[in-house]
């Protein structure tokens, strides 16, 4: 299993960010899949989540309206559209994949919001 986030970096507050995870190594299509964040001193925390099944989404309180999460079955990516970013969205963005009882993580995209 490998996943691979990109599309991270600096933008100013009100902006917006694309990040993407190219997964491999399992079917990709039969899984959910997440997006967590990790704020310097603070706990990880889930940003958003889409199932396989239907594509159904949840989002974190703080993201809502201003984040959405997508998936494409055929080039194996999921998608998180990140807009009005604020400066409190400053975090090393982290996708994973659910497999079974297992999970698997990418290496992270740092998104920092400032002027």
């Known amino acids: 299993v490998q996943l691979v986030e990109s599309g991270g970096g600096l933008v100013q507050p009100g902006g917006s960010l694309r990040l993407s995870c190219a997964a491999s190594?399992?079917?990709?299509?039969?899984?959910?899949m997440s997006w967590y964040r990790q704020a310097p001193g603070k706990e990880l925390e889930l940003v958003a989540v889409i199932r396989s099944a239907g594509g159904s989404t949840n989002y974190a309180d703080s993201v809502k309206g201003r984040f959405t999460i997508s998936r494409d079955n055929v080039k194996n990516t999921v998608i998180l559209q990140m807009n009005s970013l604020k400066p409190e969205d400053t975090a090393v963005y982290y996708c994973k994949a659910r497999i079974a009882l297992n999970d698997y993580w990418g290496q992270g995209t740092q998104v920092t919001v400032s002027s």
């Open positions: 190594g399992f079917t990709f299509s039969r899984y959910p």
